[in-house]
């Protein structure tokens, strides 16, 4: 059930430290999440220099996002999984795993094709 309390600053800021805990946990433990960070950082500029509007940059930079959101749920699901079974090996926590990883290979498939799209209308159109 939710909490009908107020949400004050005191509230705000214990979310956000968790927040940090969060991405420091996963940068810590996830060695894809790291590579997908340091990605995101060094494309980050060359993105600024690639994109011709302001809208190919959007697209850029949110679907670089988009894959660090995705490897952040896939390892929160894998963590749950791990936790649950254990070391027993079970069909349904293979699948889950599985799933999430499809997911964050799907969203560096989109990451792929947009800068893939910017680059193509910046040197070929």
């Known amino acids: 059930m939710a909490d009908p309390t107020f949400r004050g600053p005191k509230q705000l800021l214990k979310a956000f430290q968790w927040t940090l805990q969060g991405f420091k946990s996963a940068y810590q433990v996830e060695a894809s999440f790291r590579l997908e960070v340091w990605l995101f950082i060094v494309l980050l500029p060359v993105a600024v220099w690639l994109a011709q509007t302001p809208a190919q ?9 988009l894959v660090l959101l995705v490897e952040l749920i896939n390892s929160a699901i894998e963590a749950v999984v791990d936790l649950v079974v254990g070391a027993k090996q079970h069909p349904l926590a293979g699948r889950a795993k ?28």
């Open 98 to 125: 599985d799933v999430g990883s499809a997911a964050v290979f799907l969203a560096l498939c989109i990451y792929g094709l947009s800068w893939l799209l910017v680059i193509y209308q910046r040197f070929f159109v």
């Open 57 to 65: 940059l959007f697209v850029l930079v949110v679907t670089g996002l």
